[in-house]
């Protein structure tokens, strides 16, 4: 059973920056690429970036591309989502996931597993 855990998520200026971590246990994260989602109150979820099993592709949409950044370390089965500039559209929870497209994925039914979230607001 793989178990996702993030943290890091709360409350900040415009502007500020956030750093989202997300704990993984159960499989070997090697095995996976990883993305990050969110999803506003009231919207679709959104898909905020992906990373390769190896790190060497990123993808991120022109949303976020510039100030987010995806990284992982799969020595401590560990993802990141450092988020820099923030606004207030940036306000969701934030969702990390495996998939099991190696090379990350921007599709969210391609992701196998889930965290359970974590708040991020971003005050005017």
């Known amino acids: 059973q793989v178990r996702m855990v993030e943290s890091g998520g709360g409350l900040v200026q415009t502007g500020g920056s956030l750093r989202l971590s997300c704990a993984a246990s159960?499989?070997?994260?090697?095995?996976?690429?990883v993305g990050w989602f969110r999803q506003a109150p009231g919207k679709e979820r959104e898909f905020v970036g992906t990373?390769?099993?190896?790190?060497?592709?990123?993808y991120y949409p022109d949303s976020v591309k510039g100030r987010f950044t995806i990284s992982r370390d799969n020595a401590k089965n560990m993802m990141y989502l450092q988020m820099n500039s923030l606004k207030p559209e940036d306000t969701a929870i934030y969702y990390c996931?495996?998939?099991?497209?190696?090379?990350?994925?921007?599709?969210?039914?391609?992701?196998?597993?889930w965290g359970q979230g974590t708040q991020v607001t971003v005050s005017s």
């Open positions: 159960g499989r070997t994260l090697t095995m996976y690429g």
């Open positions: 996931a495996l998939t099991h497209v190696v090379g990350g994925s921007l599709i969210s039914s391609e992701y196998d597993y």
């Open positions: 990373i390769s099993w190896n790190s060497v592709m990123k």
